[in-house]
Structure formats: structure tokens, C-alpha cells
């Protein structure tokens, strides 16, 4: 089983741009999670979908959209990169319920210009 | 909402000592708290958790005391060694069903 998968592991974004982030587990878990990781600030919940065809803001989504595509994917997208949003994003999964561990993906580091 | 403090941000100690985080939490419905640990380059692991119906945890050098009526929990590594160096994040679940991390720990082992 490979887990959590992100992708890309890296990319450089000029301010205005767009891209979506990838994730996908093969672990059949129902909720899946984004995070973003700033020095200093610990992991802060972008979004989450706690079931496939639903999705939620966490505590910070604004600049953000997500797509649940189906059971093992969860995509991020910045439609209007900004300097603010360069950090380390994080996409994990779980069982269904907060009770239950949460897997990590390795991460994407996103720098934007 | 919850909010979770975590200290000390940076901890260094001697190879084979102990080594001590604390956390402090707002939510008193909170009844979940985990411990994630983070290697340089990867994503968050769970390395514990306890639930709020027990005061203490152990697993093998991994212990985690809570004590809901100061609202807040702690991480004991004993005989620490060079793997254990890492950044750990203690959280807690809240009234609203999410998970909400510390800040996090820096924990370096000196040789």
C-alpha cells in the first residue's frame, strides 16, 4: 500500500497563478483532510470532507476550493496564488469520526512569487 | 473555538535523558488528544492518544498524562535517543468533532 500520495512534491508559482494540488490514499478511508504548515503556526485545517461528495471549511479555506472526486481523491486548488499561501501543504485521511489516526502525505512545498 | 498551546516551541536534552512537553487546551468538552510526531522531510505520524476517560497512557519510552480538571496534557519520552529527534505536535478534539494542533515541539537529542 503507498498510503497518502501528493502531488507535486515541490512547485514555484508566479502571484496570480493557479494549480491544483493532488492527493489520493488507497487505505479506503472515508475523510480526508488539507493542511498547510507554517513555521511557527503548526498545521492549520484548510478543508476537509469527512465522506465522499462532501466538503468542509476548516479553519483557514479562504483562497482555496477543494474537489472530493471520488473515495481516494482530494484536490486543492489555488485559483489566484499569493505570497501569503507559500507554505508546506499537508493532505491526510482517516476513518471516518476524529477519533480515529490521521495519515499524513509527504507534503508539497509551495512557494509563491 | 478550541485553542491548544503548546511549550516549550524548541527543547534540546541529553541523549538518554528525559524529555517533557507540555500542552494546555480551551474546550473542556475536549475528550480526545493524540500526539503526532514529525521527521524531517515527511508528514505527521501518530506516536500516542489518550481519551478522556484515563489520566495516563504508556507505550514502551512513550507516555502521555492528562489531567481534565487543569485542562491540559503532557508527552514523556524517557532514556531518549537519537531517533527521537523530531518536531511533536500534541492536539485535541473539539465540541465540533475536529482535530486542533499545538503549535508544535523541536526537539533536538544532543550526543
Known amino acids: 500500500n503507498a498510503g497518502v500520495t501528493q502531488t507535486p512534491k515541490f512547485q514555484v508559482l508566479k502571484t496570480g497563478q493557479s494549480m491544483t494540488l493532488q492527493c489520493a490514499q488507497d487505505?479506503?478511508?472515508?475523510?480526508m483532510y488539507w493542511y498547510r504548515q507554517d513555521p511557527g503556526m503548526g498545521l492549520r485545517l484548510i478543508y476537509y470532507?469527512?465522506?465522499?461528495?462532501?466538503?468542509d471549511k476548516g479553519e483557514v479555506p479562504n483562497g482555496y476550493n477543494v474537489s472530493r472526486l471520488n473515495k481516494r481523491e482530494f484536490s486543492l486548488r489555488l485559483e489566484s496564488a499569493a505570497p501569503s499561501q507559500t507554505s508546506v501543504y499537508f493532505c491526510?485521511?482517516?476513518?471516518?469520526?476524529?477519533?480515529?489516526?490521521?495519515?499524513f502525505g509527504p507534503g508539497t512545498r509551495l512557494t509563491v512569487l | 473555538g478550541e485553542n491548544v498551546e503548546q511549550h516549550p516551541s524548541t527543547l534540546s536534552v541529553q541523549e538518554g535523558d528525559s524529555a517533557v512537553i507540555k500542552c494546555t487546551y480551551s474546550?473542556?468538552?475536549?475528550?480526545?488528544f493524540p500526539w503526532y510526531k514529525q521527521e524531517l522531510g515527511k508528514g505527521p505520524q501518530l506516536i500516542i492518544d489518550?481519551?478522556?476517560?484515563?489520566g495516563e497512557k504508556k507505550d514502551q519510552r512513550i507516555a502521555v498524562t492528562l489531567n481534565k480538571t487543569a485542562k491540559h496534557f503532557s508527552l514523556h519520552i524517557t532514556e531518549t535517543q537519537p531517533e527521537d529527534s523530531a518536531v511533536y505536535f500534541c492536539?485535541?478534539?473539539?465540541?465540533?468533532?475536529?482535530?486542533?494542533f499545538g503549535k508544535g515541539t523541536r526537539l533536538h537529542i544532543l550526543p
Open positions: 491526510a485521511s482517516s476513518l471516518a469520526g476524529s477519533y480515529n489516526e490521521q495519515f
Open positions: 487505505m479506503n478511508h472515508n475523510s
Open positions: 470532507s469527512a465522506s465522499e461528495g462532501t466538503t
Open positions: 474546550d473542556s468538552a475536549s475528550n480526545y
Open positions: 489518550i481519551r478522556s476517560n484515563v
Open positions: 492536539a485535541a478534539r473539539n465540541r465540533d468533532d475536529k482535530i486542533i
